[in-house]
Every structure is written in C-alpha cells, then in structure tokens.
C-alpha cells in the first residue's frame, strides 16, 4: 500500500513601492499596488488557474470511484485579500475545489510572518485571523498546522499543540532524520501533536529539477517518478511544495502540468495506491518522537533561519520592527496595525538576505529589488513613517487629554528618534 500526501503552499506578499527617505511624513502609501496587482495576475494566468483547473478535473474524474484524489493547501491572508481585490476567479476556483470534500486547508500566519520568533501574542493573533479568514471563505476550521517556510523547533510543536492543533508541517531535514524515514508519521518531543515531514527530496525533484536539463534524470516521466513513489515505504510520500512551482517556477512549456494530469493515473497502476490528505494522514500511529531543538526551514541548502535572518540588515529591520508592537497597539489605530502587520511579512527580510551561491537564483525570483542593501532602505524608511504616524497619534491622544482636562499651556515638543539604518 502507498499513500501520497499532497500538499501546496500559495503566496504573493504585499510588495512595497519605492519609498525615499523624502517620503517620511508625507505619505502613507506604503505598497504597490500596481505591481502587486501585475504580478498576482500573471501567476493566476500562468499558475493559479490552470492548476486549479486540473485540480478540479483529477478530484472529478474519480470521485465516483473507489479511489479518491485529494489535495491540501495553505494560502495565506494576504494573497486572499490579494484574490478578492484582482483575481476575485481564482478565489472561486478554489471554493470549487473546497466544495468537492476532497480538499483540506491548512492553518498558518496570516501574514506569513516570523512572528513565533518575536512574539506569541502576535503569532497567536495571526493565526486565529487565519482560522477565521478559512472558515469564512472555505467552511472549513483547520486542525493541521504549518508555520511560515515549515520553519519547526520544539517549542513550537509544544506551543501549538497548547493551541489545539492535532499536527503541524514541517522538513523532512537530513541533519533531523539522519537515519530516520520523513515518510512516516513521527510526534513532537514530549507530546502527542504529530509531525509531518516533507520528503524533499522526491517534492524537489519536479519543484526544482523538473526542467533543469543538465540533471541526470532529465526528462522526468510520470511512469519513472510513480516508480519512484511505489518504491517508497512508510505512512505517505509526503510531496510539499510551493504552488507556483505549476506553471510559474516550472513554465508551461516543460511539460509540468501534462505531468500533474498524468501522474495519478500512473500511480494508480499500483491498486494500493491512495491520495490522503494532512488530516487522514495525521490519523497515523507515530513511529516515534523528534528532538529539534533548534529550528529548521525548507529554505535554502542550510535548511535554517539563514534566509531571514544572521545579517545585520536583517536583524536589525526585525529588532526595530517588534520593538514597537506594543505601542503600535495601544494607538488602536487600525489602519496603523494593519500596515505594521503587513511590515511582518518574512518576504521582505527574504529580501535583505546576502547569500548566494546555490541559493542565489531562489532568491532572486519575484524580489522587485536589484540588491539586498535597496531592499534594506526602503524598509527602514518606511518603517521610520510608521514611527512617525506612532508618534503623531500619541501627541493628538495627549492633546485631547489635556483640552479635556482645560490645560492649554505649551508643551515642549518631541523629537523623534528615527530608526537605525545600518550604514
């Protein structure tokens, strides 16, 4: 018997404009629209669409057997937000596709953020505005978990476990599992909550070498990767990938969704073949428990923190981004949370990261900034007007205080003190 997992992540961060240091004070138009909007409808063109479409017709085609196709997916609160502003189809592609029964959707950040690493209260927000985003959009309340970029450490299993969450997402690292099999179901140290793992090395196979001609496998048929599968033991073959990868990362014209339509048939040629989805498969007895002590990522060849954080830009931009959660807060400004939590998103740190070499081009892809230093900039920048708005709203608050209390004598006024750029 073998069974396939599938599960896909769906992301566009709001992109900023450029934004000088001319700008603090005078405007509050942090985002892009119009590229944000450029870019969401050319991947819902090349990606989005023809992806769920072939999603819809591969549940269709065996729903009356005894056989089902079932997918998973995890789309975060900002590209909903995005599909209801400009791409109002693709978000009903996918209530079609939730309307079936053979889909599941996964919990995570709202914004996508690293927001575990500097705040609970604030990932614990996030999530619940997710939860309820899903539910309303969907119908659905997820109980399976993944945190932004599958990023995992104890502490975390043990915290969302504390949340209600029955299993959480994450990578099947070579430095974790060492002699271990990510295609079984294992739970986290010291609790029930169990832990997913994504088998990378049979996901990146078509996320990242599915076109790549000079690797050695080159064309990959779907009979040769469904021998692949049927030779794997295990719970599930845990295939994890970014949606994108449908189209926009692997281009139409590889071949990549004749492959998707192909596959299931391939790997129904073994009869003990089934599709399972997050939940089905967490259902599974463990085979045991894993210690991850520090966290681990899908990112880059470290499978690390490395890609958000370790720079001083990055560090940096974080530091003073989180040090003003509280008091962003107590304004109870709305429309200042809501641009303070679009700042969380863990793109534009991705942004600011300096590696290269093998992970260089990964980087590269969909950033709207020539260098990591331009990156930087523009972020502090922005972030210095959002000081700015903070300070603003405190001095009117104080005002109306001391109108109402009848005090009018002058006060001296505040200087505000701009957030470090790291020259």
Known sequence: MVNICLYFHVHQPYRMRK???????????YFDEEKNREVLRKVATKCYLPANNIMLELINKYKDT????????????????????????????????AATGCVEF??????????????????????????????????????????????????LGKFLESMGFTATLTEGADHIMVWRNPNYVHRIQDGTMRLLLKNYKLSDD????????????????????????HASDGHAVNLFMDYETFGEHQWEDTGIFEFLRSLPDALFKNPGTTFLTVSELARYEPVGELDIHNFISWADIERDLS????????????????????????SRNAALLEDWRKLTTSDHFYYMCTKYFNDGDV???????????????????????????????NREKRLAIEMQQG??????????????IIQ
Do not use: C
């Open 407 to 420: 005090y009018h004598a002058p006060r001296p006024s505040i200087t505000e003190k701009p957030v470090n």
């Open 66 to 97: 005894d056989r089902k196709f079932k997918v998973s997916y995890s789309i975060t609160g900002v590209i909903l937000e995005q599909f209801e502003r400009y791409e109002p189809a693709v978000l009903e592609s996918f209530r079609k596709l």
């Open 106 to 155: 996964v919990s995570e950040t709202y914004y996508h953020s690293l927001a575990f690493l500097y705040s609970k209260d604030e990932f614990k927000s996030q999530v619940e505005m997710h939860r309820q985003k899903i539910k309303s959009l969907f119908g659905q309340e997820p109980t399976v978990f993944r945190n932004t970029e599958l990023i995992y450490n104890n502490e």
């Open 307 to 330: 890609a958000w954080k370790g720079n001083h830009m990055q560090d940096s931009a974080l530091s003073e981004l989180y040090a003003i959660e509280t008091a962003v807060k107590e």
């Open 19 to 29: 934004y000088s240091v001319f700008d603090i004070g005078h405007n509050l138009h």
């Open 363 to 393: 980087h590269k892809y969909f950033n709207p900034y020539e260098t990591p230093y331009e990156s930087y900039i523009n972020f502090m920048n922005i972030l210095n007007d959002v000081v700015h708005r903070l300070n603003r709203i």
């Open 206 to 229: 078509i996320a990242f070498r599915f076109g790549q001609k000079s690797w050695n496998e080159y064309p990959l048929s779907v009979d040769k990767y469904a021998q692949w599968i």
